[in-house]
């Protein structure tokens, strides 16, 4: 019986094979197109990056239309009156009804609103740019993820196959077995629930495979072949921290990099909405075609050359108002370069620990799969010789399943997080060798960095102390005997000679340090409600307030306008028991911002800019005493002195 279902085993095996070579043929016949060159054809053709192709063509057109005002208009001006005579003309002083104009404009002056305009225009082309290549790389990196599914899924897919062909043979047999009645029917019932779950799984399998082809076809415009080519473009690494990547990042983000050039923009429209307090100055000349050569209606008709100057008095207040909401203009641009700020770091800091993260995790995964292949290869071997059951087959080829998922998932993973940390730095095109044509190159300007308020402060990627872990463990007996069901663990005539545990936790510093950190975490991000549950219900605060009156204190400062800084040095913690206390020096500032204008210019505003101010800032020395309340340390009490 063994012999015989070895026998199939190798059948299948073989089976297998062939059919994996009969498929590797047939996909070497079909030319294998580079990822390079399917990313430039989706940067090319995809609809949304067409628009922003298309923004960015037409903003160039836009400053060419404008440069227009400097050169001179002519234009033909057909006129037909019929106008009162009062006084009976004569001779050539007649007024002819038609008549006939080439009318030749010039600007002289216009208090400089043309050329600020076309500098603002300018900016906005460059906007548009970067708008452009932000939508390359975002549509660049959903292809990417769909192109890893798909390579994911192909792969899971087959995974399911070989996994449900395997629990269908098992089940042959173990059914076999039952109808001979050499094995239980429990034993059947248990083979059909594991089979029912590797049909499952090769249907969830194979429409995740559907899924993903569809949202390839999307991005790339038809189906992708059936043969693509492995991803390389991570071959390059990252760099060596998340501050270097967010550096990089804050450099070359396309979507930082707009917002920099719309404050560039905002700044040229102040200056043109600050133009119309200046004179226009034009050069006139009009040619009256009407002109006989006979002299007639000369009177009428002569030739004129003028210099018109225009200086506007009043209009309304609607000129000062015009500059004022340019500046509002300039401040929600500036307000728009630092939410790109905060959202690049979040971006590119998630993604980079993710590597970090994932390649650990492929080690582990990787030793998983290793160990349960050799389980698998044991207990097969250890069945031919009947100390193995079909059930324990099923057991070993359902983990190892598994364990083929599971790293198999993780090595895509790793790849999509260097494509995300990738296009975060606005380098997701270059890594892959990609680009797309006629598209020109701008070069870095001073402004770019003068603007760039950004800061490279990531947070600290958390790591697991395992030795502190196992250090503070219980021993493993009491572990086992916690996991031990009621009737097991008490018996009256044994004595297990294990003392009770104790009823609260001793105190740890690093837990009240780690509290004491969460709660100034919670000032810094004016978080009020979280802020006041680090305090006990028992809290009595310094007089002369008492709690409800401090509590809508700290409500309504955390409430203001403007940014906290809250700086904790010199922390030192002292346990005792269920209590502890935590002394430092805190350093405290509020900075609020408002706008100023820079220059001694004669107008009311030449250079508007966001000025930070600090509103207030103390430097004390703090007590907090903790006490722990249901299971959780808890200020009781806080003091401060100078």
């Known amino acids: 019986m063994n012999s015989k279902f070895k026998y199939k085993l190798m059948v299948l095996t073989a089976s297998c094979g062939v059919g994996m070579l009969v498929n590797s043929v047939a996909y070497a016949t079909e030319p294998l197109l580079p990822l390079k060159d399917m990313v430039e054809k989706v940067v090319t053709l995809n609809p949304e990056v067409q628009a922003r192709y298309h923004k960015f063509l037409e903003s160039g057109f836009e400053q060419e239309v404008r440069r227009g005002e400097y050169l001179p208009k002519a234009d033909l001006v057909s006129t037909y009156r019929k106008q009162e005579e009062l006084v ?34 300018g900016h906005a082309n460059r906007v548009r740019y970067y708008e452009l290549q932000s ?29 449900y062909v395997v629990h269908k043979q098992l089940f042959d047999r173990i059914q076999e077995r039952v109808n001979a009645g050499v094995a239980r029917k429990v034993d059947l019932e248990q083979a059909t629930g594991r089979l029912a779950l590797a049909e499952a799984n090769l ?5 995740n495979l559907h899924d993903v082809t569809a949202r390839m076809q999307r991005l790339y415009g038809e189906l992708p072949p059936n043969t693509l080519e492995a991803p390389t473009f991570f071959n390059g690494g990252v760099e060596p921290t998340s501050a270097d990547a967010l550096k990089v990042a804050y450099t070359h983000n396309p979507d930082l990099l707009s917002t920099i050039e719309d404050i560039q923009a905002k700044k040229n429209e102040i200056k043109t909405s600050e133009s119309r307090y200046m004179p226009r100055l034009d050069l006139q000349a009009r040619k009256n075609l009407g002109t006989s050569s006979d002299g007639q209606f000369s009177a009428s008709a002569a030739d004129v050359l003028e210099l018109k100057l225009n200086f506007n008095l009043f209009n309304g207040f609607s000129d000062q108002n015009s500059i004022k909401q340019t500046v509002q203009k300039l401040n929600g641009a500036e307000d728009m370069r630092d939410k790109a700020c905060v959202d690049t770091r979040q971006i590119v800091v998630i993604a980079y620990n993710d590597i970090a993260q994932l390649k650990e995790q492929y080690i582990y995964r990787s030793q998983h799969k290793t160990s349960i292949e050799n389980a698998r290869e044991a207990y097969h071997k250890q069945f031919d010789i009947g100390q193995r059951t079909l059930l324990d087959l099923l057991d070993t080829e359902n983990e190892y399943f598994q364990a083929k998922r599971s790293m198999t998932n993780t090595e895509y993973d790793l790849q999509t997080a260097f494509a995300r940390t990738y296009a975060g730095q606005g380098a997701l095109l270059n890594k892959i060798g990609a680009a797309r044509g006629a ?8 402004y770019m960095d003068s603007e760039n308020v950004c800061h490279a402060i990531a947070p600290v990627q958390m790591t697991v102390d395992k030795a502190a872990l196992l250090a503070d463990a219980k021993p493993f007996e009491n572990v086992r005997l916690s996991l031990a069901k009621p009737s097991e663990l008490v018996k009256p005539s044994v004595n297990l000679g294990v003392s009770p545990e104790p009823k609260g936790q001793a105190c740890s510093v690093p837990d009240v340090t780690t509290r004491v950190r969460e709660w100034a975490t919670a000032w810094r991000q004016k978080d009020a409600d979280n802020y006041l549950r680090f305090y006990a219900d028992k809290f009595s605060p310094e007089p002369p307030l008492n709690k409800e009156q401090w509590t809508q204190q700290r409500r309504a400062r955390l409430s203001t306008n403007g940014k906290i800084g809250l700086k904790l040095n010199n922390l030192e913690v002292v346990c005792d028991g269920d209590k502890a206390n935590a002394k430092f020096n805190q350093d405290y500032s509020l900075t609020t911002y408002k706008i100023q204008k820079i220059g001694n210019t004669s107008c009311e505003v030449c250079n508007m800019k966001r000025i930070p101010t600090t509103a207030f800032s103390d430097q004390v020395n703090k007590e907090l005493q903790f006490e722990r309340v249901n299971n959780q340390w808890q200020i009781v009490r806080e003091l401060t002195a100078p």
């Open 203 to 207: 249907l969830t399998e194979t429409t």
């Open 135 to 163: 939508a390359m790389q975002n549509t660049t990196l959903e292809f990417m993820r769909a192109y890893i599914d798909t390579l994911r899924y192909r792969e899971l897919s087959q995974y399911a196959k070989d996994n």
């Open 439 to 446: 598209l020109p190159e701008f070069s870095r300007e001073q």
């Open 88 to 121: 009976k003309t004569t001779g050539n002083a007649f007024i002819p009804r038609m008549n006939n104009e080439l009318v030749l404009r010039q600007m002289i002056f216009d208090g400089f609103a043309t050329s600020n305009e076309v500098k603002r225009l």
